[in-house]
């Protein structure tokens, strides 16, 4: 075995969370190697969001030019996939090359490694033939794939995960989507835009289920008025492909035929490939358990989706800020562990005294700041969008809280009437009583994610309802119906 290179930190997957830990630790001097599989960034920047939001913004632009009619007169759209898989392809993933992301994190201190690591008991990690010995830490940011569901022969079939789908050049002319959760809603409505027939299937009574009802019902209508057949409810529990398309056998009796199969059920960590047993960690569950600063045992944190707090880009840029003010806090208290050659970088180097000194982002422990999910924004960007923060009612009141709500049309608002055609939304408030805050918002419509800004802030910083009443909302815009929600609540 080759001896073990000691560094001070090795963070394993460089994805969105992982990138940003390894880059900022790498700029404060500390000597760190980053270890990626497959594309430096991970799955937001080829896979995912950005992709997904030029598809989106692509089919938007169909939709809206559809309303020309009864607005402006009238337009002809012939959607075209062509350009938005050579944006994708050339402006967003380069082809699905890293080279530059691989030079930002290089350019910023950062050893690179490609392959696949797991830990070889505390402090080490091994990729490959190669062995790190990690001086202070060790930081895992290695995300989730898609899970696949145990249906009869799904397994065998060439179905599609979001890769497939947004890497396609050509368009199928039908497709069935497993899973009416936010993925399965965006990527269905863009397909439907540009003239494929889609089906989604969705296992439980109503899509998009973890939001609020009346959220489901609008998302529901508006890609049933793009054509979309949504089937609710229904289980798949067969599926088979016949080389040129797929038949899906669901609960009821009901066969439903496509080109393609599209699967997002949902996403899962694959915690038993990083040798978590080698330092005592159970990888039996689910997602790394980690404490409010990323922390999963000695020497060990997680950032990203890896931990379950929520999977999105934004929980995993705010995660790396709290594990960078930590690592760089357990550095600067020097309780990193031994440095059996007295080598490693942070002794006297660099790092010593700019990086780690009162001006820098870490301070005392008791400075490090602490995750709290509280006011987590997350928002789903069909049109309309569904924008959300807090709980939900219902979660509201399972939680015993004595619950007001509050719900506005934006179509009675003076922009929504104004804006007309595309109208489709509303904002819902969740208060609690007692405390005279809210603690949870909708807002559903054109801008809905926009919307949700104050709202956050609102659930953030708990600023009284008193306050959200003497505020002055701007006239006419969708946020005025944020005061009109203000005004039902009961
Ligand atoms: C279609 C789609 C649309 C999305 N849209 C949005 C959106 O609009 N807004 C939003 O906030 N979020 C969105 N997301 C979610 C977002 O992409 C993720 O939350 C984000 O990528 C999580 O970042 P991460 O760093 O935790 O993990 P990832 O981005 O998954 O990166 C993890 C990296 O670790 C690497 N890795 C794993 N194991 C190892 C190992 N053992 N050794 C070396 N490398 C390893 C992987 O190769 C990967 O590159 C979307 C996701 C999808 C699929």
Not at 107 to 115: D, N, S
Request: a negative charge; aromatic letters at 4%.
């Amino acid at each position: 075995m080759a001896d073990p290179e000691l560094v001070d930190v090795v963070v394993v997957g460089l994805g969105v969370g992982g990138e940003e830990v390894a880059g900022r630790l790498a700029g404060a001097g500390l000597t760190v190697v980053g270890v990626e599989r497959d594309l430096v960034g991970g799955e937001c920047p080829y896979w995912g969001c950005v992709p997904s939001k030029m598809m989106i913004r692509a089919a938007n632009a169909i939709a809206e030019a559809r309303r020309v009619d009864g607005l402006a007169g009238s337009a002809e759209v012939r959607p075209d996939w062509a350009p938005v898989a050579e944006r994708i392809r050339a402006e967003a993933t380069d082809t699905w090359d890293d080279r530059v992301a691989v030079e930002r994190f290089t350019g910023r201190g950062g050893r690179f490694v490609r392959g696949s690591a797991r830990l070889d008991g505390p402090g080490r990690v091994r990729v490959g033939e190669r062995v790190f010995q990690a001086r202070h830490g060790i930081v895992f940011g290695t995300g989730t794939r898609p899970s696949v569901p145990p249906v009869d022969g799904l397994a065998d079939t060439p179905y599609w995960t979001n890769r497939q789908a947004i890497e396609v050049e050509e368009l199928p002319e039908s497709l069935l989507v497993l899973g009416g959760g936010a993925i399965g809603l965006e990527l269905a409505q863009v397909f439907a835009r540009f003239g494929v027939r889609v089906t989604v299937v969705e296992a439980l009574d109503r899509v998009l289920a973890v939001e609020e009802p009346e959220a489901s019902e609008v998302a529901a209508a508006a890609l049933r008025a793009d054509g979309v057949e949504i089937h609710t409810g229904v289980r798949a529990e067969r599926v088979s492909h016949d080389g040129n398309g797929f038949t899906l056998h669901a609960t009821g009796g009901t066969a439903l035929t496509a080109d393609r199969l599209l699967v997002v059920t949902g996403r899962r960590a694959h915690l038993d490939e990083l040798g978590l047993d080698t330092v005592g960690v159970d990888a039996g569950r689910r997602y790394l358990p980690v404490d409010d600063r990323l922390h999963v045992t000695e020497g060990i944190w997680a950032v990203g989706d890896v931990t379950g707090e929520g999977a999105f880009t934004h929980v995993a840029m705010y995660q790396a800020g709290i594990v960078v003010a930590d690592v760089l806090d357990h550095v600067r208290r020097g309780d990193g562990g031994a440095d059996p050659s007295g080598t490693a970088s942070v002794v006297g180097g660099a790092v010593g005294a700019s990086a780690l000194g009162t001006t820098g982002s870490s301070g005392s422990a008791g400075s490090v700041p602490r995750a709290d999910y509280r006011a987590l924004p997350r928002v789903t960007f069909t049109d309309p969008e569904v924008g959300a923060v807090g709980l939900t009612e219902r979660q509201a009141r399972e939680r015993g809280v004595n619950v007001q709500v509050g719900l506005a049309e934006l179509s009675s608002s003076a922009r929504g009437w104004i804006h007309k055609s595309g109208n489709e939304g509303f904002v819902k408030l969740v208060a609690d009583a007692d405390q005279g805050v809210l603690i949870g918002a909708t807002s559903v419509g054109p801008a809905g994610g926009e919307v949700l800004s104050g709202l956050v802030v609102a659930v953030h910083a708990a600023v009284p309802l008193a306050e959200l009443r003497q505020m002055i909302y701007a006239y006419p815009t969708f946020h005025r119906t944020v005061e009109d929600a203000l005004r039902n609540l009961s």
